[in-house]
Structure formats: structure tokens, C-alpha cells
């Protein structure tokens, strides 16, 4: 009998994408299908986002009342930026969390599941070449990363000291995974990352070393993609 869980997603599309590839993984190698009823799931997780303060406010208390109503051996598990940048703070203030997951070691999903109060927070992790199992939201859009991390140093934002350096993903993995994409219905392809101009300028290990124009016109010749957005 296949395990249930419930995943509640702030913020971006980037933290939509993650969840996704959290489900797929978590479907793949744990036998978790996705419940709509925190009530009924097995595990319960929370994709956070800290750009703004409210969502932060926000996360102890969705844990409060996912925690009073919850199976007693349901796991709550707390993911995404917030989790990055308050670390085992989150644990000391909700000790009924069984684990804290940054945005940039989300293919460790499966792991930290079985370490009780485990913290992976690494924003040095290098996920840029990890090929996740297959899991999309929508059957028409697909949502690819092209980049993780981000080299700004902006002051009214915290992603950096979250998501760490920026790393390129490379070509040929966004490549097979739009082909995929398509192949399963999705027309419109929407490419993810920081700041999508910087793709191609650092990669992890050695690859094809191509710019985004050259990356759009890759996927501009998949023939079943109608329509490609950035952001």
C-alpha cells in the first residue's frame, strides 16, 4: 500500500519546481503518492520561501496546525529557503519537525527522511548534474531548471546565502529533460533560474560550453515546444 504525503509550496516557481521534483523522487524510491489531506498523509512537508518576512511568520504557524492534526506517526518535514537559512533554528522551535532540507539539497530527500531530526543545508551542494525521476503539476507547462544558485549581491535579497553560487546546468540534461516534457504533452517550456542571461558562464565539471541564445535555440527545434518563457 503506497505511503501518502502532502506538500504545501510558498512562493516562486522555483519552489514549484523543487516540489515537483521532491514528488518524483519521493514516488520513485519511497512509494509516496500525493494526498490533498494533510489529515490522511504519512508525511507532510512545507517548500518554503523567504523573501519576504510574512511567509517566514506563516511557516510556524502552518506547522502548528499540521502538527495538531496529524497522524500520530505522521513526519513533517521542513523544506526550501526558510529551511536554508534558519537551519535547526526551525527544529528548537518546532521540536515535532523530523527534518530541515535546504533549497540546494533538495535530491536528498529520500536521505533525510530516515535521519531522525536530520539538517542538510548546504548551499555549496552541487545538484547542478543530479537527473531527478520525472514529475510534472501540469500536463500542458513544464517547468525546467536551467541554473542554480545566484553570483548577486543584492541588498534586499536573500537567495544567495540560500541557493549559494550560481552553477550551470547543463545543456544536454535540459535538453533530454524538455524532450521529455513534450513527448508527454507539455507545449510550453518555462526556463528557471536566477538570472537565466548568466547560463553558460560556470558549469560543474566539463561540458558543452554554450550561452542562452544558443540554449534557446535548442529547444526552439524540439518540434512539439510552441512556446518557450524565462523568467
Do not use: W
Request: charged share 30%; aromatic share 8%.
Amino acid at each position: 500500500m503506497s505511503k501518502k504525503v502532502f506538500i504545501e509550496t510558498l512562493g516562486c516557481a522555483m519552489n514549484e519546481r523543487d516540489t515537483e521534483h521532491m514528488i518524483a523522487e519521493l514516488r520513485d524510491k519511497e512509494d509516496y503518492e500525493v494526498t490533498f489531506d494533510s489529515t490522511e498523509a504519512d508525511l507532510i512537508l512545507i517548500n518554503t520561501c523567504s523573501v519576504r518576512e510574512r511567509p517566514v511568520h506563516k511557516l510556524f504557524s502552518e506547522l502548528g496546525a499540521f502538527n495538531k492534526y496529524k497522524k500520530p506517526s505522521t513526519k513533517i518535514g521542513v523544506t526550501g529557503c526558510t529551511a536554508s537559512h534558519l537551519g535547526a533554528e526551525i527544529i528548537k522551535r518546532a521540536p515535532y519537525v523530523d527534518f530541515v532540507l535546504g533549497a540546494r539539497n533538495v535530491s536528498k530527500i529520500t536521505e533525510v527522511l530516515h535521519r531522525p531530526k536530520a539538517v542538510e543545508i548546504d548551499i555549496d551542494y552541487d545538484e547542478s548534474q543530479f537527473a531527478f525521476s520525472e514529475f510534472r503539476g501540469s500536463s500542458h507547462k513544464a517547468y525546467v531548471n536551467i541554473s542554480i544558485g545566484c553570483d548577486k549581491a543584492c541588498t534586499f535579497c536573500i537567495v544567495p546565502k540560500t541557493r549559494g553560487d550560481e552553477i550551470s546546468i547543463p545543456a544536454d540534461l535540459i535538453i533530454n529533460e524538455c524532450i521529455k516534457a513534450s513527448d508527454k504533452g507539455a507545449q510550453e517550456i518555462f526556463l528557471l533560474g536566477q538570472n537565466v542571461n548568466n547560463y553558460g558562464r560556470r558549469f560543474s565539471g566539463d561540458h558543452e560550453k554554450i550561452t542562452f541564445a544558443e540554449l534557446l535555440n535548442k529547444i526552439s527545434k524540439i518540434d512539439k515546444v510552441k512556446r518557450i518563457r524565462f523568467t
